[in-house]
């Protein structure tokens, strides 16, 4: 059983930067961001697969980079030019499949708590 734990998330202005980390106590190949903010479904935000490219939703990218660290098995989300849309509660996410890219929310097998991100304007 692998376990996620987040941090990082906090309040920041719009035009701010953060970094969201998350601590697996295990590998897993396909490792993703989502964010779900109140009322809204669970989004797909950036989604790594190994060593190969990321991808990101197109509501984060040229903004969002996603990371790994496999030495420390730490994914990292840096976000920059934050939006107040942007505002949500982030999960780190991760599955043993290698359909990584095209895995829905409900297909992941790990899931984190959550941190929470809020922008204002």
């Known amino acids: 059983e692998v376990q996620l734990v987040e941090s990082g998330g906090r309040s920041v202005q719009a035009g701010g930067s953060l970094r969201l980390s998350c601590a697996a106590s295990?590998?897993?190949?396909?490792m993703a961001w989502f964010r779900q903010a109140p009322g809204k479904d669970r989004e797909k935000v950036a989604t790594?697969?190994?060593?190969?490219?990321?991808v990101y939703a197109d509501s984060v990218a040229g903004r969002f980079t996603i990371s790994k660290d496999n030495a420390e098995q730490i994914l990292y989300l840096q976000m920059n030019s934050l939006k107040p849309e942007d505002t949500a509660m982030y999960y780190c996410?991760?599955?043993?499949?290698?359909?990584?890219?095209?895995?829905?929310?409900?297909?992941?097998?790990?899931w984190g708590q959550g941190t929470q991100v809020t922008v204002s304007s």
């Open positions: 295990g590998y897993l190949p396909c």
């Open positions: 790594v697969l190994g060593f190969g490219r990321p």
């Open positions: 996410a991760a599955d043993s499949s290698w359909r990584c890219l095209s895995l829905l929310a409900v297909e992941f097998n790990y």
